[in-house]
């Protein structure tokens, strides 16, 4: 069994968004988010690129698929906390 990580939005700002419309009943919608969190009691700040495609059926908007892209060196490298290899 896995377990999942508590957590808690503390804050968040959206920002950059585009919106594209494919067709009268398909629209894409892509942004930037910042999130402020807890995980498992500790502070995480997480930076991602969004997008959605949105299709319209029996008059409502649905969400027909969303990504999400982590901002940044996956490696940390970008927030300073490299740590160089012995030599």
Known sequence: MVEQAMYELRDYRIDDVKL???ADDVAV????V????VVDGAPVVLDAAESSTWVRKNGHW??????ESLLGDPFGR?????V???N
């Open 20 to 22: 594209q419309r494919l």
């Open 29 to 32: 919608l892509a942004y930037k």
């Open 34 to 37: 910042h999130e402020d969190l």
């Open 62 to 67: 649905v969400c027909a698929l969303h990504t």
């Open 78 to 82: 970008d927030r300073g906390t490299r």
């Open 84 to 86: 160089d290899a012995p």
